[in-house]
């Protein structure tokens, strides 16, 4: 449903109402096929929303390219005709499908739902009114949205990195992070926005791709690339690419002439005043909620936090403070691309916790006739011609195209359609292949990426085989391509359809391959990640074996005492292992490991050991790896010598017990990043600013006379955290910087402990005498991960942790079908990421154990068995590990195996076969032999 | 308050990459989704974004 709102939310958790207003479009979606023909003859110009006010839209627009629905839409706010009855309507006019409709009107809707996810997302702070930064009035001041536009090929530029001012290229660009965060004064956003340090690197990188020899220089108060790869990404960025970082605070920006040249002035780290000039300066603006968010907030009836943030627990990250609302993404707290995909997963999960009994009621499978059977039958091929309204008519001679495949063997029907795709259309094509028994269809018209899905219903909804169908792409490699040379385009459509035609003549009638799903789960590691991914799991009704190495559930989370909100760990930590150890679904093997592993997805066998020796065989059609992560043990700082420098979780047990010498303590030192981001180990362990901060916090607040300090390379304290960090220097807790190459020194001074570090804004070594050090010691990957991995043929990353199958849009998928990650095993993260991502894994898990079987593509490797000799040339090739070398039944050599739930029909293992020993179905020898003739002949 | 009726349906309000996966979860484990969008077309901000890191892979 686009263009709606929710108004109202009436009813409780499982039984909701909701209203949900629906503005008038203007445009009849089932009639308009986004032929784009309105949008040319419409005379208004208004700024564009999705180029952010970069370029221009017409008042009748799609929002970008791609959108879905690729549907048109007026703008009632520009439009003349909408404005004044009776002006303009040209839209109107030209389309052809008859779509615009002027007196479309706002509809309210009520619908009875059993839960609702709020996934509203931010708004990127408006930095126009601060007035500091020259944003409005000078036209070469743009935000990092923008500037992403202008990098983009569809953008208003098409790449080309410009000055707005003159046009002319840009050749010194600069970056001033935290525009809208970390600042209260302007903006009022306290918080960090997590996103914009990394987003500035990328911008700064990929700008200098397009334009060679473009200075860039990142101005910022801490580097906060906390996220996996993120450190990586930014040393490249410093010692490939060349971007400069300046750490400093840039206060302001002022127009230099009447060029628009951009002159700022700031206090560098030797504490000299600096002027420098640029081209371009990004304001690399922050998230916030926006005004509508806040409205449908106070609809939903949730409560928000301090900085309008959706109010959640660590230990129930999607759950909002009422009932069977959930949220997920930027509405809770600024956050990236990963973590919001994760919190997709998981508020799905939640809410399947929550409706699991009325799971199924209200979805049905759509039914077909029954196919007919074409074994014998000659070929009789129909081919629909499509006009695409006038982007293939405008420029091919569509009527040529229907009188030449008219000529082709074996072509017993041909038509032109306005739009073949339309449903009307489809319709059509229905009743033409019953009436004139067509059993072979070809459509020339758009691509097979995008639409063949569509036409393969059209068969199935006729009776035929949904494989009989080939498309011939004249649209995209032709009538777009060759729109100068109409003639040649002409041609090239024929050849196009002749070969589609040779090609379906040899299609054959194929079946989906289902595979049965063994509805149980196994979750590997039993802390905070594995318990809440087995109990989701168990209590949306499946069965689940938990496997925790140890005697003891918990995990790392049992060394922990605080959330970075102050949430008692202990205490979630019990109520949780108590659910597991009560719930009836849950089978937990203790003290045990996987140690080998059978089958795939849907159907693994999984050998537990337990220590005693004893084997037991789990079969489980999903799978989860929560293995957790492990705390390292620092080799510097005289750590092993000297008793007074300890590791942050040493120190905590100290702390609580409150142990003599550091309850009569007075002087602290925190050192940061030990034994992360340096060397083989360039990454962020994510929690450790954060947690001394909270131990910073807390012994002040035990005795403010305490003298803290705080040695740290980039504050990381991201997100809302920041708080923590703005509490802990209002309680005079001292934060020094130190850079990698001037490392603080230890050594033991009599009953102390001293600390030598660099002192950047005295510009003197300090020396620091105190009674304890505390090491913030960095997070390690289990050091037999890749083991596991192994067994279920899923990759680790360079440092050891689990590699997810992509990195923004399938953040907790392996690329082996039916495996998850979850938790530390996946990278260090605190409690309320680890729970998101273990809720996401069983939403994952969920999404294949709800079916009783799995239905592929028919579109799989075949072997033949009278040519395959065992040679095994296609077993080295095949990415999925989907072929294996057997022996042939009747004893006389080796064939090979295909395992077609693991084979993705890329065809790889046909193209390196010498014997045509291994076909890819619906892609023939046969038929592509006569696909390549087709194309030669004329 | 939890009433004993469970209506098999869920609502997403917004159609950014997280409330699309949400949708696309749901739908794929038995639930009937109603995906509500405020604007013409779904896709949210990162439709905006020309590259991700850290593969600078197309965010289309």
Known sequence: MTLSEVVGVDGIAGDFNVTVKESPRYVDVDKCIACGACTEKCPKKVDSEYDAATGKRKAIYVKYAQAVPLKYQIDPNSCIRLKKPGACGFCETVCDAGAINFNDTEKMHQINVGAIVLAPGFEAYDPTEAGVWGFGTNPNVITALQLERYLSASGPTEGHLIRPSDGKPARKVAFLQCVGSRDENLCGNGYCSSVCCMYAIKEAVIAKDHVPGLQTTIFYMDMRTHGKEFDLYLERAKNDSGVRFVRCRVNGVETDGVGGDCRLSYVNEDGRQLEEFYDLVVLSVGLQTPKHVLELAKTADIKLTAANFAATSDFAPVQTSREGIFTCGAIAGPKDIPQSVVEGSAAAAAVSDLLAPARHELTSEPSFPTEKDITGEEPRIGVFVCHCGSNIAGVVDVKSVEDYAATLPDVVYVERNLFSCSQDTQDMITKRIQEQNLNRIVIAACTPRTHEPLFRETLKAAGLNEYLVEMANIRNHDSWVHVQDPKGATAKAKDLVRMAVAKVTYGDSLRPISVPITQKCLVIGGGVAGMTSALNLAEQGFEVDLVEQTDTLGGNALHLKHTWSGEHVPTQVAKLVDKVMRNEKILLHKEARVSAVEGFVGNFRSTVTTKDGKTKVVEHGAGIIATGGEPFTPTEYNYDSITRVVTSVQ???????????????????????????????????????????????????????????????????????????????????????????????????????????????????????????????????????????????????????????????????????????????????????????????????????????????????????????????????????????????????????????????????????????????????????????????? | MLGTKKVGSVMIVGGGVTGMQAALDLADSGYYVYLVEKSGAIGGAMAQLDKTFPTNDCSM
């Open chain 1, 651 to 938: 120190f905590d047990k100290l702390f609580e017990l409150k142990e003599q010498h550091v309850k009569s303590a007075r002087r602290f030192v925190f050192i940061q990043c030990v034994g992360s981001r340096e060397g083989d180990n360039m990454y962020c362990s994510k929690v450790c600013c954060t947690h001394s901060v909270q131990s910073a916090i807390a012994l002040k607040k035990e005795n403010p006379e305490r003298n803290v300090y705080i040695l740290y390379r980039d504050m990381r304290t991201y997100g809302q955290r920041e708080s923590l960090y703005k509490q802990a220097r209002k309680l005079g807790v001292v934060f020094i910087n130190y850079e990698l190459h001037g490392k603080p020194k230890v050594s033991e001074a009599g009953n102390m402990v001293a600390v030598e570090v660099w002192d950047h804004v005295l510009h003197r070594p300090l020396k620091i005498e105190c009674d304890l050090v505390i090491l913030a010691t960095a997070v390690r990957p289990k050091v037999d991960a890749s083991d596991l991995g192994k067994l279920y043929k899923v990759p680790v990353d360079g440092h050891g942790f689990f590699q997810e199958a992509h990195a923004k849009l399938r953040p907790v998928d392996f690329s082996t079908d039916g495996m998850f990650v979850a938790g530390l095993a996946h990278y260090p993260k605190p409690i309320e990421e680890s729970v998101a991502q273990a809720l996401a894994a069983s939403s994952r898990a969920a999404t294949l154990l709800s079916k009783t079987s799995v239905s592929l593509d028919a579109i799989k490797a075949t072997v033949d068995e009278n040519y395959c000799d065992g040679c095994a040339l296609c077993v080295d090739v095949c990415p999925y590990h989907a072929i294996s070398l057997v022996d042939r039944p009747e004893g006389n050599g080796k064939i090979i195996r295909v395992n077609k739930a693991q084979c993705k029909g890329c065809g790889l293992c046909q193209g390196t076969c010498p014997k045509r020993g291994v076909f890819v179905a619906g892609f023939t020898m046969q038929q592509i032999s006569a696909q390549v003739q087709a194309a030669l002949a004329v």
